[in-house]
């Protein structure tokens, strides 16, 4: 199955990450675009009753400055400010999980930063199956969108004129 432009993931930006950093970024990359509701599923039917953990950072809510460059290769421009909701904190085991997500979503973000942590633990393996559920998901929903928007696209042509023969 070959990926559509829309669905092909961005470069890496940033060389010389080792390969569980790449992954890392990976999952908190998912985590951070997952339906709530998605994940909230997801998790519970791995995990009926949250694992124990405790809070480093408990949920907040701030507000990032986003940047954008023209071309994707452009100089940085502030594009404007995104309100976002971080947590960290550490299971009874010792694993340590964060998480940001875009939006006011406490509930998101502990979820987010509690599978972040469990993916540092024996139980990786059960919590990478909903992670590729999620990012199938992911696909899905990209896929209508490009379809979405491939019904918007308007072609234009010119007719040969008889002065242009």
């Known amino acids: 199955m070959s990926l ?27 985590l951070a675009r997952a339906r709530p509701d998605d994940l909230a599923r997801g998790l519970a039917g791995l995990f009926p009753d949250l694992p124990a953990h405790s809070f480093l950072r408990a949920p907040e809510v701030g507000a990032v400055m986003v940047q954008g460059r023209t071309g994707a290769t452009g100089a940085p421009f502030n594009l404007g400010e995104m309100t976002v909701t971080r947590c960290t904190l550490r299971l009874a085991s010792g694993e340590v999980g ?16 509690l599978v972040d942590a469990l993916m540092q633990t024996d139980a990786a393996s059960d919590v990478q199956g909903m992670l590729d559920g999620l990012t199938a998901s992911e696909a899905t929903r990209r896929r209508a969108r490009a379809a979405r928007a491939a019904a918007t696209k308007v072609e234009f042509f010119t007719l040969v004129r008889g002065e242009d023969q």
């Open 4 to 30: 559509s432009a829309a669905e092909t993931p961005a470069p890496d930006l940033t060389p010389g990450l080792t390969p569980a950093q790449q992954a890392r970024r990976a999952h908190m990359g998912l």
């Open 98 to 113: 964060h998480a940001h997500v875009q939006g006011r979503d406490k509930a998101h973000a502990t979820r987010a930063a």
